[in-house]
């Protein structure tokens, strides 16, 4: 794959959530996917830290964990979950790299918990997460001041976030 890079146009269609939207401040929708996420057999992905760390807090098992050290652009605290692998990419902001790319699919392999540490940005690597995670996996992302979107993946989705990354130059 090559890097891809996101016009404006492209980057406001993906702020548009790709699957349902949980609405609601972070502790708030937390509380709600944990209870959702109990009987998810697939595996399932976070993207974002502060998706990743509310999960995290409440014990919630999460396969893999995509998060870049930043929360609306501002660092934060390292997000660390003991004894998980732990990968590490580069991803520009409006990009997803090859580097990226590969990463993330390697991890969906990988046992859990898997921690993939972006030195960038990861918002856009959900696309990728849910192209490459398996059929019946879940993948959850923040929509900063509204709150969570939780992506069933199924063909359709996966269908849906391809012809996105295509549309990319």
Request: aromatic content about 4%.
């Amino acid at each position: 794959m090559r890097k891809a890079v996101f016009s404006e146009e492209l980057k406001e269609r993906v702020r548009k959530p790709l699957g349902r939207l949980i609405p609601g401040k972070p502790s708030e929708t937390s509380k709600i996917l944990a209870k959702e996420l109990e009987n998810i057999s697939g595996k399932i992905i976070a993207v974002g830290d502060r998706v990743s760390s509310e999960l995290a807090s409440l014990g919630v098992r999460v396969d893999v964990y995509i998060v870049d050290d930043r929360i609306e652009r501002r660092w934060v605290k390292p997000f660390n979950i003991p004894g998980a692998t732990e990968l590490s990419c580069i991803n520009e902001p409006g990009t997803i790299s090859e580097d990226a790319y590969s990463t993330v699919s390697k991890a969906m392999l990988m046992p859990r918990p898997v921690v993939v540490r972006v030195r960038g940005e990861e918002d856009l690597l959900a696309l990728v997460a849910i192209i490459e995670a398996p059929i019946g996996s879940v993948v959850l992302y923040g929509q900063p001041g509204v709150g969570v979107v939780v992506v069933d993946v199924d063909e359709r989705a996966k269908q849906n976030a391809l012809s996105i990354l295509r549309a990319a130059s």
